[in-house]
């Protein structure tokens, strides 16, 4: 009932999951991401336990295809789930269950991974994964919703609409953009818009957080508002 793109930026080793269902607050849970390792998408009926246990797994070194094989392995409803997972040496593993309904299925390219169920058909992924390649000089959030654009164009969940989530990290353990659109009538329009509500301030604020080498950020709100007002500005 869902399909998603985990990609990584290779100008900023970020990486970032992009979904879409007919469900409700699919953000919720379908994409973890462990900052500089790797991330995980869990869906079709989905286990929330991929996810948490996945990035266990993948802060104590382990291989995408060991995390897939084990948590699978462990689970008696791995035949209903789906589950793609992408490390930061771009290694790709996937399983889509045999009771996943049609169609369902993976593909994977050079530094992304698609996988989705429930959907209109094979060209979902095909064009997800045609305009992530074609759009390379976007901007890493506006890239990854373009491919997921292309994707409902082809058809996206064969049921319609619902919700959408675009979750993106950088360096440091929080995320640097995690927008959810929980329940709307063209989510991914919606995630489209509020990403650009992000650009306003947002992306110039995060700027000024804490960090692991600097812990307590830039906390003079003179300084602070200064620097978003000349980034503001800069780019009227």
């Not at 869902?2 to 007919?22: C, E, H, L, M, P």
């Not at 390792?37 to 869906?43: D, N």
């Not at 997972?85 to 790709?92: F, K, L, N, S, T």
């Not at 994977?108 to 759009?135: C, H, P, R, W």
């Amino acid at each position: 009932m869902t399909w998603s793109i985990i990609a990584r930026d290779t100008s900023t080793g970020q990486f970032g999951i992009a979904v879409a269902t007919k469900f409700f607050a699919v953000g919720a849970r379908v994409p973890f991401i462990a900052a500089r390792l790797g991330a995980i998408a869990t869906q079709a009926l989905v286990n929330p336990y991929y996810g948490i246990d996945g990035l266990k797994r993948l802060r104590e070194g382990g291989a995408p295809r060991d995390i897939v094989d084990g948590l699978v392995a462990a689970d008696a409803g791995r035949e209903t789930r789906q589950l793609h997972v992408m490390d930061a040496a771009g290694r790709i593993a996937s399983h889509t269950g045999r009771e996943c309904i049609d169609w369902c299925g993976h593909i994977e390219g050079n530094g992304f991974s698609i996988a989705g169920n429930m959907l209109a058909g094979a060209q979902v992924l095909d064009d997800t994964a045609k305009a992530y390649l074609a759009n390379e000089l976007l901007p890493f959030p506006q890239r990854l919703i373009a491919a997921m654009r292309a994707g409902e164009s082809a058809g996206g969940d064969k049921r319609g609409k619902q919700s959408a989530a675009l979750l993106i990290y950088g360096d440091q353990e929080w995320s640097e953009l995690d927008l959810r659109v929980d329940d709307h009538a063209d989510p991914l329009v919606e995630l489209e818009r509020i990403e650009a509500v992000s650009r306003e301030h947002w992306a110039h604020f995060r700027k000024v957080l804490p960090t692991r080498k600097n812990p307590a950020g830039i906390i003079d709100r003179k300084s602070i508002d200064a620097s978003i007002e000349a980034a503001v500005a800069g780019r009227k």
